[in-house]
């Protein structure tokens, strides 16, 4: 069981350039999140899934699009970064059912935007 | 608006004795709250959690409190080992919405 990985680990994007942080889980669980963390800051979530097919915004969605076509992975795109958009960068997973405390995250993607 | 809110950046403690992490929340609509460990280039991992029907959840050196009225959470560990060197998050859930503090970074000190 590798849990939840994401690539990349690291990343330096210019000003207006597009990517996507990838993160797969192999837990089968439905519910998948994506948060960031800026520096001296909590997580903040960005948008979450229920399964797939099915995705929703969470507390700072603005500049992100994500999708869900199967249930292990959870790609998250960014259209024309901005400096504002450097952070790291953390995909979670839980199982449908069950506390909130079933959540697994991922190691992290250190993003700068220059 | 930070609903959320962990005021002490850092602690310092020496082996052996108590930690004592606090964590203060404004949304009266939150009903599960949870601490999270995380270590430098890892993700946070899963610590103790405590539901708003309880005031206390003890497992094995660490207990969290909640005190509802006051809106307050904290969590003790004690013995304090160096192991336990880590920044500590604070959460707070209410369905899908899970609001985070911002963190305190624990060093134990041998």
């Known amino acids: 069981n590798a849990g939840v990985t994401q690539t990349p680990k690291f990343r330096i994007l210019k000003i207006g350039q597009s990517m996507t942080l990838q993160c797969t889980q192999d837990?089968?669980?439905?519910?998948m999140y994506w948060y960031r963390q800026d520096p001296g800051m909590g997580l903040k979530l960005i948008y979450y899934s229920v399964g797939a097919g099915i995705t929703d915004k969470g507390e700072v969605p603005n500049g992100y699009n994500v999708s869900r076509s199967t249930t292990e992975d959870f790609p998250l795109r960014l259209e024309l970064a901005a400096p504002s958009q450097t952070s790291v960068y953390f995909c979670a997973s839980r199982r449908t059912s069950g506390r909130p405390d079933t959540q697994y995250f991922g190691p992290g993607t250190r993003l700068t935007v220059l | 608006d930070q609903q959320v809110k962990q005021n002490s950046p850092s602690l310092s403690v020496q082996e052996g004795r108590i930690s004592i992490l606090n964590c203060d929340y404004t949304n009266s609509m939150f009903d599960y709250f949870l601490w999270y460990k995380k270590y430098p280039a890892e993700g946070p991992t899963f610590l103790i959690s405590?539901?708003?029907?309880?005031d206390k959840n003890e497992d094995g050196r660490f207990t969290v409190f909640l005190n509802k009225s006051a809106k307050h959470l904290s969590l003790h560990i004690v013995p304090s080992q160096p192991g336990d060197s880590a920044v500590y998050f604070c959460?707070?859930?209410?369905?899908?919405?899970?609001?985070f503090g911002a963190g305190t970074r624990l060093t134990v000190k041998p």
């Open positions: 959460a707070a859930n209410n369905n899908n919405d899970m609001r």
């Open positions: 405590i539901s708003s029907i309880k």
């Open positions: 837990m089968n669980h439905n519910y």
